[in-house]
């Protein structure tokens, strides 16, 4: 059985940080394009970043230069930090993993595996 499993949420003052992870299990997606998407309440699920298994990395301009997504194969283990947390960044962050190895696409609906998500909340 295929399994994503965040962890890392919490609740952190504005300006602070995070990492986040997400752990694979029942298959391995060290060839896979891994994302990170948030959901924010009455908000559609936007993407954060994803990373290929070459280690090219894209993000979404609300994030850049302050998220960074990272993946350690060896551990079936994809990372974000946050860093610099803002009050808009609250949402419930979702690990996801695409069938496909050669693009990181930005659209939620491209990736077939989904974790159950973490909330992080940036407090004022």
């Known amino acids: 059985q295929v399994q994503l499993v965040e962890s890392g949420g919490g609740l952190v003052q504005a300006g602070g940080s995070l990492r986040l992870s997400c752990a694979t299990s029942?298959?391995?997606?060290?060839?896979?394009?891994m994302g990170w998407f948030r959901q924010a309440p009455g908000k559609e699920r936007e993407f954060v970043a994803g990373i290929m298994n070459a280690g090219i990395t894209r993000y979404a301009d609300s994030v850049k230069g302050r998220f960074t997504i990272s993946r350690e194969n060896a551990k079936n283990t994809v990372y974000l930090q946050m860093n610099s947390l803002n009050v808009e960044d609250t949402a419930v962050y979702y690990c996801?993993?695409?069938?496909?190895?050669?693009?990181?696409?930005?659209?939620?609906?491209?990736?077939?595996?989904w974790g159950q998500g973490t909330q992080v909340t940036v407090s004022s």
């Open positions: 996801a993993a695409d069938q496909t190895p050669y693009q990181i696409r930005t659209r939620a609906n491209g990736y077939e595996y």
């Open positions: 029942g298959r391995t997606f060290s060839s896979n394009t």
